[in-house]
């Protein structure tokens, strides 16, 4: 009796995304599950035959070589298909050097690698954090300890005979892989667990207490070994990464280790000179403001920025002089500005203000230019 398509036996295109395939073979997995179907062998048979389908279409390479070459690419030959195409020689010269130099049982799918996104405050990145995360992933069947087995008991599978891999001939080069019946384990269960249906992983939101170094900056990921998905059949778990989002501050911007900050002053300060307390990540510190200072002067505190998380180094806060126009004036305040702006007696008001004659001088070049 020859075997049905794969695709077929699932009830599916062959256009079907892993999501739509992953939730095809698990209603067919719960409708025919021999513990349903205690004594139906049909339904017994018709679930291994999901069950193989699915292993096979699951696996991006084993799919590949699937389409190309149908049920012969994992029997014993390739049946006169002629040589290989050149997007088969990557993993055709992998297989053959592995088996050149000891290339032995396959080992399972380890867990996919899991990503989470965590949002900081500036002062939580710069200081460090301890906070606990929830993580909807698959996690190892706590009814079989991960096995996948009802009684915890493998045998031999019949396909790679224990080896975990099986060996095609593809014309002049001998092709090696995973055994696609039991995944490169070499063996197979017989009595799946109710719980997981032989997978060995349950889905479940886990919660994690995640430390955040001091120091981190936007973009940075802290991996966490071994916390991502669970592997199937107890293979080895995937990783988590924790990537680093930073919020933006109400007063300061970051720049690597230096931190940058707005200083607003009224005009008669930058005139005249002030002392000044402006922020830092350790408080406040004062600031000498000399006289005649101008709108975006900066001044630099040396070592009052971010510690590096990697050489622990400090880097500097820049505040940036801004000078405001003073509003709602009362009549007082502008009878004593009419009087400073009257003793700008004409022809001598450029000495006050150097940035505005050389701007004037720039406009009148800028005129004569256009005008001969």
Known sequence: MSKRDYYEVLGVERSVTEVELKKSFRRLAMKYHPDRNPDDPEAQEKFKEAKEAYEVLADAQKRAMYDQHGHAAFEGGMGGRGGAGFGDMGDIFGDIFGDIFGGGRGRARRGADLRYIMELDLEEAVFGIERTIEIP???????????????????????????????????????????????????????????????????????????????????????LAGQGEAGPAGAESGDLYVEVRVREHAIFQRDGNDLYCEVPIRFSQAALGAELAVPTLEGEVPITIPPETQTGQQFRLRGRGVKSV????????ICRVVVETPVRLTKEQRELLEQLEASFVEGDAEKHMPRAKTWVDGVKQFWSRVTS
Request: glycine content about 16%; hydrophobic content about 20%.
């Open 310 to 317: 990697r050489s622990g180094r400090h880097g500097d806060l």
């Open 137 to 223: 992933t698959q996690v190892n069947c706590h009814h079989c300890n991960g096995s996948g087995s009802a009684d915890g008991k493998t045998v031999t599978c019949k396909t790679c005979h224990g080896h975990g891999r099986v060996r095609m001939q593809n014309g002049i080069f001998s092709i090696q892989q995973a055994c696609p019946h039991c995944g490169g384990s070499g063996q197979t269960i017989e009595k799946p667990c109710r719980h997981c249906h032989g997978e060995g992983r349950l889905e479940e939101t886990r919660k994690l207490s995640v430390r955040i170094p001091a120091g981190v900056d936007n973009g940075d990921r802290i991996r």
